[in-house]
């Protein structure tokens, strides 16, 4: 799917907060009526559950995954005699965009064994971060990123909707692919506005509204965004002086980028060396 494909090339821009993190246990006759504010991801760890959601049923059996979007009202059945599960609530956001999950069809259940390496990962980690282990807050964090990660795998590979039944969203990111693909084999040189918004085929004031958007922040915050990162990426891999990256991400010496750096990264890029 070229919407999530496109996903993965912002993940640097990516955003994760966790909230709650919990395991319940329900007997036969539990039923549950919500509608939850934030993303709500589900790991079917015993029993079954069986699900009513706009209008269509599903059943989520022993080690699958139910995803479920904010905002949308759900009736949650036991399907067994007894049920357990692990849920997180969470919130993904690019820049100021809350809501980048919801312009893709990936609400709904996730087949356990699509996504079995990555499951057996996140509840170990889990089940350390319930005994309060060390850093056991971050691991959980980390592995939810990478559950993620694994359901937009997942749904990648389904058969891919016609552009037409693209969800608003997903076709403003498809659009601005050229432009985001242009940053980023230019990032030693200057780019302007004006010649991102050509590549869309816009005019610059449309395309400066377009762009933040879609994406939640603006192409020069964006642009410094993957210049940062790319300087961080060269930075561990030790391969360049100062001098030599700073010229690399498009800058003209090494204070200026040394400056900009430090008050992106909050700390000096010397600290990576």
Same mark, same amino acid.
């Given at each position: @799917?070229?919407?999530?494909? %496109?996903?993965?090339? =912002?993940a640097?821009? *990516?955003?994760?907060? $966790?909230?709650?993190?919990?395991r &319940? ?33 599903q ?22 005699e ?33 996504v079995r ?17 060390? @850093?056991?807050?971050l691991a %959980?964090?980390?592995e =939810?990123?990478t559950l *993620?990660?694994?359901? $937009?795998?997942?749904?990648?590979? &389904? ?26 084999q ?35 915050q964006y ?6 990162a ?19 991400v ?24």
């Open positions: @799917m070229q919407g999530l494909m %496109l996903l993965n090339q =912002l640097d821009e *990516l955003q994760l907060r $966790l909230g709650a993190c919990h &319940q246990t329900h007997d036969g006759r539990w039923v549950e009526r919500k509608i939850h504010s934030d993303y709500d991801l589900w790991l079917i760890d015993e029993g079954s559950v069986d699900l009513e959601v706009a209008g269509g049923q059943r989520a059996n022993e080690g699958d995954l139910v995803l479920f979007y904010p905002g949308v009202y759900y009736t949650a059945r036991a399907g067994s007894r049920c357990k599960l692990i849920y997180a609530h969470f919130q993904l956001s690019l820049g100021n965009n809350r809501d980048i999950l919801r312009q893709f069809p990936l609400m709904g259940i996730v087949p356990g064994s699509a390496r990555e499951i057996g990962h996140f509840r170990t980690v889990f089940w350390q971060y319930r005994r309060r282990e060390a @850093m056991s807050y %959980l964090k980390g =939810l990123l *993620l990660a694994a359901v $937009l795998k997942y749904h990648s590979r &389904q058969p891919r909707p016609a552009p037409e039944t693209l969800s608003p969203g997903v076709q403003q990111l498809v659009r601005l692919q050229p432009v985001l693909g242009h940053v980023e230019n990032l030693h040189k200057r780019i302007p506005v004006r010649e991102m918004a050509d590549l869309a085929d816009m005019s610059e004031k449309y395309f400066l509204s377009y762009f933040k958007k879609a994406l939640g922040i603006t192409p020069g642009v410094l965004q993957r210049r940062m790319k300087a961080r990426e060269h930075l561990y891999q030790r391969r360049f002086s100062i001098k030599e990256l700073a010229a690399l498009g800058y003209s010496d090494s204070y200026s980028f040394s400056k900009a750096f430090k008050k992106h990264h909050k700390l000096p890029p010397t600290d990576f060396l």
